[in-house]
């Protein structure tokens, strides 16, 4: 079975710019999920899908973040304009549906984002 | 939601048991409890979950206070393998999100 794909691996930007991330996850899996991790901490939640309908988006900075998840499949997380306190790992998660008392979350391997 | 606490790190000899705790003493009566752990440079990996008895799978072990306020995750023979970042994570039923905290940072040793 194929894992969570994410693209680039890596990407340095200068602040100001704008950057996209791009994830696919599991086939099947209805819930997708974009987090956030700083060097040194636990992985934060940023916004959280069913299908193509946000859950939660509560901990996502709307005024320079976004995402979307067309067709319910892929999905891709924007950031713009970058500032340098976005310098983080950035991973895209996955699992089967909302609503079970299991819904164990695949991760893919992150992104690396730098701003200079 | 409920929080816990874990210690920041742990050191463990290769082929020899590892106990990492957690204490939770907020938890409430729905709460699963979720470990995860995190290799370097990949993603966090499911490890375990319980509720309220003990649980066995292929990678470990989840043995859960009487009171639920604590639980401890055992690996029965670490390998250089399970040097990692731990989390300890509590979850309301419905699929609630995972809340990470800093985590038990484990080195094992040859």
């Known amino acids: 079975e194929a894992g969570v794909a994410q693209s680039p691996r890596y990407k340095i930007i200068e602040k100001r710019q704008s950057v996209a991330f791009w994830c696919n996850p599991i086939?099947?899996?209805?819930?997708l999920y974009w987090y956030q991790q700083i060097l040194g901490q636990g992985p934060k939640l940023l916004i959280q899908?069913?299908?193509?309908?946000?859950?939660?988006d509560s901990q996502l900075p709307k005024d320079r973040f976004s995402a979307e998840r067309l067709k319910g499949v892929d999905s891709t997380l924007k950031i713009q304009p970058a500032k340098l306190e976005d310098s983080a790992v950035y991973l895209c998660?996955?699992?089967?549906?909302?609503?079970?008392?299991?819904?164990?979350?695949?991760f893919g391997p992150g992104t690396r984002l730098t701003v200079t | 939601d409920a929080k816990t606490t874990q210690p920041n790190s742990m050191e463990s000899n290769e082929e020899e048991p590892v106990h990492l705790p957690c204490n939770h003493s907020?938890?409430?009566?729905?709460?699963?409890i979720h470990w995860y752990r995190q290799l370097p440079s990949q993603g966090p990996e499911y490890v375990i979950h319980g509720l309220t008895s003990n649980v066995n799978n292929r990678m470990a072990s989840l043995a859960i206070a009487e009171d639920r306020k604590s639980s401890t995750l055992i690996l029965h023979r670490a390998t250089l393998r399970d040097a990692a970042v731990y989390y300890c994570?509590?979850?309301?039923?419905?699929?609630?999100?995972?809340?990470f905290g800093q985590g038990t940072e484990l080195s094992v040793k040859p």
């Open positions: 994570i509590l979850r309301v039923p419905e699929g609630g999100k995972l809340i």
């Open positions: 907020t938890i409430s009566g729905t709460d699963y």
């Open positions: 899908f069913q299908n193509n309908g946000v859950v939660d």
């Open positions: 086939s099947g899996h209805a819930t």
């Open positions: 998660a996955s699992s089967l549906a909302l609503r079970t008392i299991l819904g164990e979350q695949y």
